[in-house]
């Protein structure tokens, strides 16, 4: 198989971590609409854009189906390379990502043409001990997902409710107001 040869353009954005939900944080689609206004360019998604986003997990992408549109819609004007993370995976097969160059976890880093140098891009995540690795991969296991999306009345609450109480104890020890998402573009002249 012939791979692709990857090459960062000028004007490229790059959004990571963004840590998105339709419930308790929807600052993404702002962001994603004010992007269906700038000219066509590539937008890099490094993982963790959505706070909880699982392919086979039906209530995940109920609740984030309006981003996910959006997402779709961007897809069809930039081209939009989206790393997995370890809070949004197994997203390859939904409807939404079929214009969208998606790379999982375990094909991570994947190199890229910067300038004529080599540039190797990973959501940061694969950077972590064997332990997290471990669960990275018990968590994609297909009897997992299966388990959690029968049992989603119940435990994707409760996800949700962990997630949303992780957040506010990490604003409470940044003591961080609220962020807003800026977009700046960058020429290079040579």
């Keep these: 198989m012939i791979q692709e040869k990857f090459i960062i353009q000028e004007g490229a954005i790059f959004i990571a971590d963004s840590h998105h939900h339709s419930l308790y944080q929807n600052t993404l689609d702002s962001a994603f609409q004010e992007l269906l206004q700038f000219s066509s360019r590539q937008i890099f998604l490094m993982g963790d854009i959505f706070d909880f986003l699982v392919g086979s997990v039906q209530q995940s992408l109920r609740d984030n189906q309006k981003t996910l549109e959006l997402l779709e819609q961007l897809s069809f ?3 939009i390379y989206y790393f997995e993370g370890n809070h949004d995976f197994l997203l390859s097969q939904i409807p939404h990502f079929k214009n969208i160059c998606y790379f999982p976890l375990n094909v991570q880093p994947v190199c890229f043409d910067f300038g004529g140098k080599k540039a190797y891009l990973a959501h940061g995540d694969i950077f972590l001990n ?9 968590i994609r296991q297909h009897f997992f997902i299966k388990f959690l999306d029968f049992f ?10 962990y997630l949303q109480n992780k957040k506010r104890q990490k604003k409470m020890t940044k003591n961080t107001n609220k962020s807003t998402l800026t977009f700046t573009h960058t020429h290079t002249h040579t």
């Design 152 to 161: 989603s009345f119940f435990l994707y609450p409760q996800i949700l409710h």
């Design 130 to 138: 064997w332990q997290y690795s471990f669960y990275t991969k018990m």
């Design 77 to 79: 004007k930039h081209k």
